[in-house]
């Protein structure tokens, strides 16, 4: 695809990967607004006398630890010798934009954005945050349209961006005024130049460069504020050439580069996506993943194969790990290959239901901070100032009195079932507040931060609870796959040491993983999950939910193929995903590999009389390697923890 005519390019997902593929010298401006991280500095929200308090955070991406020196060489790399890169930055950035950027460029330099209408400062205490910095970068010959000295000031003036030309859903706290950008842009690129931002939000870049007759192409990471730019993206072309006689053919609206990006300029490039990624991460921790083991398995692998199939795909260590022209993965779990498709197909509810999963964990957060009044009551507990009625008591009316504020913590979820969260809240504050006071009695006291951190996972523990309670609704899994697949997800990431239980109704079971677990979040993972490497790795992918044996059968892979094969271990543990997997499949299993694959094949699992013997035939390679886990347990019988349990040795085995 050559047409050179494209106006611009709206991309949903990691620009750190996109940026990857865009050829060296090829963009004519750079024009972005990374976060600040200034909202971990953020006060919280501004009581104001007779009215709802204000909001003085920024929001949750401005809380991602952001480093400028990941960008700085990236954005050198693809600007034009006559190009220009400004960044939207702030007090705390801008030393560190200098520091990698200013002796990359033969000049720099700043300019300030003077907000005619700051949030207000209702107590005078300090200065109105009214100025915002744009680190400015360029080299000798670059574009620079100005006609006089008095527009050469590094000093511009405008209201914030105020209605209607501010959205209102989704709202974005940063969204800059066209006014302001069109200002930057005519000074420093000319008609049809390409102009650059990574870090898109809503789009108002594209929208004041499509109405200064430039091109443009913008990447932002959230499914939301991708939305609201392409739309006004489109708007603005709409605009643009409601009058004119043609209009361009090539507009790029997509998730992915399906185009070639040779077509941004005249160079050519033949840059596959990731090329120079040799390993990506897995899909997900999952009992016996092969992460660790990949340093035994990769070597072990054939040098060259066409396809690659797994019948026990798992969390995905080794289908992530290794490079094939088609990919054949299977599962007997419905709930993991439901994770795989959605992944796969992009699918928008589940992404929504799993960012607001994510939201809810930290709004819980949050709600402790809130609430210091928590720490003080088991101080007072503690003391003796009350007893373990007034502790319950307390607990119950506080529940009552803050319900609202509890179920406000699901933030944009269906407050399904809200009482059991309130019940929740209840149950685990009590039992939490007065365990703690005897595990004080009986070893010793704790430093107030382990106390707090105690009170935190209380809470945390609660929320879990509520999740684990809507993931076991059956209806909910008929009614919702979307929200059930992000239930899913959020019980993998949280349970108890990754431990998947089941009791006797078919219920899972397994506690919150604890105060190690208060801090985790799931936007890293769902942000992986987008990511163009990934996409491009799944996209080639046939999934399915199918017996091994019928899988295998339905696809047949051939001598040019490799398969790799992960079954559940030899062991009174053989059930598999609520599935049992017993000795007579495991011999179903080796007679077909071994009898009936043409292809060639690997497999892992742990040694015993039984699996030795399956495999111990003429023509078949077997290696060892030595696996040891640590494992962190506690039940009624045995209270010992981080036992640590060898199986040795567990085998490679391969024809």
């Given at each position: 695809?050559?047409?050179?005519?494209?106006?611009?390019?709206?991309?949903?997902?990691?620009?750190?990967?996109?940026?990857?593929?865009?050829?060296?010298?090829?963009?004519?401006?750079?024009?972005?607004?990374?976060?600040?991280?200034?909202?971990?500095?953020?006060?919280?929200?501004?009581?104001?006398?007779?009215?709802?308090?204000?909001?003085?955070?920024?929001?949750?991406?401005?809380?991602?630890?952001?480093?400028?020196?990941?960008?700085?060489?990236?954005?050198?790399?693809?600007?034009?010798?006559?190009?220009?890169?400004?960044?939207?930055?702030?007090?705390?950035?801008?030393?560190?934009?200098?520091?990698?950027?200013?002796?990359?460029?033969?000049?720099?330099?700043?300019?300030?954005?003077?907000?005619?209408?700051?949030?207000?400062?209702?107590?005078?205490?300090?200065?109105?945050?009214?100025?915002?910095?744009?680190?400015?970068?360029?080299?000798?010959?670059?574009?620079?349209?100005?006609?006089?000295?008095?527009?050469?000031?590094?000093?511009?003036?405008?209201?914030?961006?105020?209605?209607?030309?501010?959205?209102?859903?989704?709202?974005?706290?940063?969204?800059?005024?066209?006014?302001?950008?069109?200002?930057?842009?005519?000074?420093?690129?000319?008609?049809?130049?390409?102009?650059?931002?990574?870090?898109?939000?809503?789009?108002?870049?594209?929208?004041?460069?499509?109405?200064?007759?430039?091109?443009?192409?913008?990447?932002?990471?959230?499914?939301?504020?991708?939305?609201?730019?392409?739309?006004?993206?489109?708007?603005?072309?709409?605009?643009?050439?409601?009058?004119?006689?043609?209009?361009?053919?090539?507009?790029?609206?997509?998730?992915?580069?399906?185009?070639?990006?040779?077509?941004?300029?005249?160079?050519?490039?033949?840059?596959?996506?990731?090329?120079?990624?040799?390993?990506?991460?897995?899909i997900l921790k999952w009992a016996g993943g092969k992460e660790k083991e990949l340093k035994?398995?990769?070597?072990?692998?054939?040098?060259?194969?066409?396809?690659?199939?797994?019948?026990?795909?798992?969390?995905?260590?080794?289908?992530?790990?290794?490079?094939?022209?088609?990919?054949?993965?299977?599962?007997?779990?419905?709930?993991?290959?439901?994770?795989?498709?959605?992944?796969?197909?992009?699918?928008?509810?589940?992404?929504?239901?799993?960012?607001?999963?994510?939201?809810?964990?930290?709004?819980?957060?949050?709600?402790?901070?809130?609430?210091?009044?928590?720490?003080?009551?088991?101080?007072?507990?503690?003391?003796?100032?009350?007893?373990?009625?007034?502790?319950?008591?307390?607990?119950?009316?506080?529940?009552?009195?803050?319900?609202?504020?509890?179920?406000?913590?699901?933030?944009?979820?269906?407050?399904?079932?809200?009482?059991?969260?309130?019940?929740?809240?209840?149950?685990?504050?009590?039992?939490?507040?007065?365990?703690?006071?005897?595990?004080?009695?009986?070893?010793?006291?704790?430093?107030?931060?382990?106390?707090?951190?105690?009170?935190?996972?209380?809470?945390k523990s609660a929320l879990y609870m509520y999740f684990r309670y809507l993931y076991n609704?059956?209806?909910?899994?008929?009614?919702?796959?979307?929200?059930?697949?992000?239930?899913?997800?959020?019980?993998?990431?949280?349970?108890?040491?990754?431990?998947?239980?089941?009791?006797?109704?078919?219920?899972?079971?397994?506690?919150?993983?604890?105060?190690?677990?208060?801090?985790?979040?799931?936007?890293?993972?769902?942000?992986?999950?987008?990511?163009?490497?990934?996409?491009?790795?799944?996209?080639?992918?046939?999934?399915?939910?199918?017996?091994?044996?019928?899988?295998?059968?339905?696809?047949?892979?051939?001598?040019?193929?490799?398969?790799?094969?992960?079954?559940?271990?030899?062991?009174?543990?053989?059930?598999?995903?609520?599935?049992?997997?017993?000795?007579?499949?495991?011999?179903?299993?080796?007679?077909?590999?071994?009898?009936?694959?043409?292809?060639?094949?690997?497999?892992?699992?742990?040694?015993?009389?039984?699996?030795?013997?399956?495999?111990?035939?003429?023509?078949?390679?077997?290696?060892?390697?030595?696996?040891?886990?640590?494992?962190?347990?506690?039940?009624?019988?045995?209270?010992?923890?981080?036992?640590?349990?060898?199986?040795?040795?567990?085998?490679?085995?391969?024809?």
């Amino acid at each position: 695809m050559n047409n050179t005519d494209w106006r611009k390019c709206v991309l949903l997902g990691d620009s750190k990967e996109y940026i990857k593929r865009i050829p060296d010298k090829s963009i004519d401006f750079i024009l972005t607004d990374p976060p600040y991280n200034i909202g971990k500095h953020s006060t919280g929200n501004i009581p104001l006398p007779g009215r709802s308090a204000m909001n003085n955070d920024v929001a949750d991406w401005d809380w991602v630890d952001f480093s400028p020196e990941e960008w700085a060489d990236e954005f050198i790399r693809i600007l034009k010798p006559t190009g220009n890169l400004f960044i939207f930055t702030s007090y705390n950035q801008i030393g560190r934009w200098y520091d990698c950027l200013d002796a990359k460029f033969d000049a720099s330099n700043f300019m300030i954005w003077h907000k005619t209408n700051p949030a207000p400062k209702i107590f005078k205490a300090g200065f109105l945050n009214s100025c915002e910095m744009i680190f400015t970068c360029w080299n000798k010959k670059h574009t620079w349209n100005f006609f006089s000295q008095a527009e050469m000031h590094n000093f511009l003036e405008s209201p914030i961006c105020m209605r209607p030309e501010r959205l209102a859903s989704p709202k974005h706290p940063a969204q800059k005024p066209l006014k302001i950008l069109e200002k930057l842009i005519t000074i420093a690129s000319n008609p049809n130049d390409i102009v650059f931002d990574p870090f898109m939000g809503v789009g108002s870049t594209g929208v004041a460069a499509l109405n200064l007759g430039r091109r443009y192409i913008g990447i932002d990471i959230s499914p939301i504020y991708y939305e609201a730019a392409k739309n006004r993206v489109n708007a603005a072309m709409n605009n643009l050439f409601s009058n004119a006689a043609y209009e361009p053919t090539a507009t790029y609206d997509t998730t992915r580069f399906l185009f070639d990006i040779s077509v941004l300029t005249s160079l050519q490039t033949k840059q596959a996506v990731c090329k120079h990624q040799t390993r990506l991460n897995p899909i997900l921790k999952w009992a016996g993943g092969k992460e660790k083991e990949l340093k035994y398995i990769l070597p072990n692998a054939p040098q060259t194969f066409r396809n690659y199939y797994e019948p026990f795909v798992g969390g995905g260590s080794v289908f992530t790990a290794l490079k094939a022209e088609r990919y054949y993965i299977n599962d007997l779990s419905d709930e993991l290959i439901s994770l795989y498709r959605k992944i796969q197909g992009k699918e928008q509810p589940f992404f929504e239901y799993a960012f607001a999963i994510d939201k809810a964990w930290g709004n819980a957060k949050t709600f402790f901070v809130q609430h210091k009044e928590l720490t003080e009551t088991y101080l007072a507990y503690k003391r003796g100032d009350k007893d373990r009625t007034d502790l319950q008591s307390y607990v119950c009316d506080f529940c009552k009195s803050h319900a609202e504020e509890i179920r406000g913590m699901l933030g944009t979820l269906e407050p399904l079932h809200s009482k059991v969260l309130l019940d929740e809240i209840g149950k685990n504050l009590f039992r939490k507040l007065s365990r703690l006071r005897e595990l004080e009695r009986q070893k010793h006291e704790l430093p107030d931060a382990d106390i707090r951190d105690n009170v935190e996972t209380a809470i945390k523990s609660a929320l879990y609870m509520y999740f684990r309670y809507l993931y076991n609704d059956k209806q909910l899994k008929q009614d919702n796959p979307a929200y059930a697949s992000a239930l899913f997800l959020f019980i993998r990431n949280y349970a108890y040491s990754g431990m998947f239980r089941y009791n006797d109704k078919g219920e899972f079971n397994v506690p919150y993983g604890g105060i190690a677990y208060n801090s985790k979040s799931m936007e890293k993972k769902l942000r992986y999950y987008q990511s163009v490497c990934l996409l491009s790795h799944m996209e080639k992918a046939i999934i399915e939910n199918l017996d091994f044996e019928v899988f295998l059968r339905k696809h047949q892979p051939t001598a040019d193929d490799f398969v790799f094969l992960d079954p559940p271990y030899d062991s009174e543990f053989s059930t598999y995903a609520q599935n049992e997997f017993t000795r007579a499949d495991q011999q179903r299993l080796a007679d077909f590999i071994i009898n009936k694959c043409p292809a060639k094949w690997m497999l892992v699992i742990k040694n015993t009389d039984f699996i030795y013997g399956l495999y111990n035939k003429k023509g078949i390679n077997i290696r060892t390697f030595d696996k040891e886990y640590l494992v962190s347990f506690m039940n009624r019988n045995n209270k010992k923890a981080g036992l640590r349990v060898k199986y040795t040795p567990k085998n490679v085995v391969m024809n």
